[in-house]
T-cell receptor, first 106, second 113 residues
Framework: QKEVEQDPGPLSVPEGAIVSLNCTYS??????FMWYRQYSRKGPELLMY????GNKEDGRFTAQVDKSSKYISLFIRDSQPSDSATYLC??????FGTGTSLTVIP | EAGVAQSPRYKIIEKRQSVAFWCNPI?????LYWYQQILGQGPKLLIQ????????DSQLPKDRFSAERLKGVDSTLKIQPAKLEDSAVYLC???????????FGPGTRLTVT
């Protein structure tokens, strides 16, 4: 079993939709949870960083962590074409998911 | 503030050849990381430096990969000899210290034929 599981998609939504991206993990020792955005042929860019359980909001982005279920989510409100990218979850800095490819259609 | 710089951006070599990648981290960042990202996968940590010392190289295939960070600034990653399965994007990242906020460079895309 992989330590971090992430649905690779691809996910395609119309502009303005709410997007939900998710990861599950197996190691209950993970305490730090990150979401990165990676545009084509670019390096990952840190979007959100959460410690332990709970929610964190930053503009149109909300990160949720449910440690009891070993499940994390990233919500994007009012999605824009510029949000089209691959979204990677990461645990404790070095344990990355495979990424979900998102396309927002104008 | 300038970001993490990497060169070359693209490299094509034949198997059994050698190749080197260069990384210049953000000024003042003490911690430097090299990752390998195979197409369709997340980045995999190869090596972590704190200044010019190695913190973690447990996933570095030491029979063919080597890395150094002289003077605690720039770093080079070398592969010798390359195998087909080394085809990937090699990402360099840096952070002010061993924290969770890493800043990634654009990567070097290596194709081994």
């Amino acid at each position: 079993q992989k330590e971090v599981e992430q649905d690779p998609g691809p996910l395609s939504v119309p502009e303005g939709a709410i997007v939900s991206l998710n990861c599950t993990y197996s190691n209950s020792a993970f305490q730090y949870f990150m979401w990165y955005r990676q545009y084509s042929r670019k390096g990952p860019e840190l979007l959100m960083y959460t410690y332990s359980s709970g929610n964190k909001e930053d503009g149109r982005f909300t990160a949720q962590v449910d440690k009891s279920s070993k499940y994390i989510s990233l919500f994007i409100r009012d999605s824009q074409p510029s949000d089209s990218a691959t979204y990677l979850c990461a645990m404790n800095q070095f344990y990355f998911g495979t990424g979900t490819s998102l396309t927002v259609i104008p | 503030e300038a970001g993490v710089a990497q060169s070359p951006r693209y490299k094509i070599i034949e198997k059994r050849q050698s190749v080197a990648f260069w990384c210049n981290p953000i000024s003042g960042h003490a911690t430097l990381y090299w990752y390998q990202q195979i197409l369709g996968q997340g980045p995999k940590l190869l090596i972590q430096f704190q200044n010019n010392g190695v913190v973690d190289d447990s996933q570095l295939p030491k029979d063919r990969f080597s890395a150094e960070r002289l003077k605690g600034v720039d770093s080079t990653l070398k592969i010798q000899p390359a195998k087909l399965e080394d085809s990937a994007v090699y990402l360099c990242a840096s952070s002010p210290g061993p924290s969770y906020e890493q800043y990634f460079g654009p990567g070097t895309r290596l194709t081994v034929t």
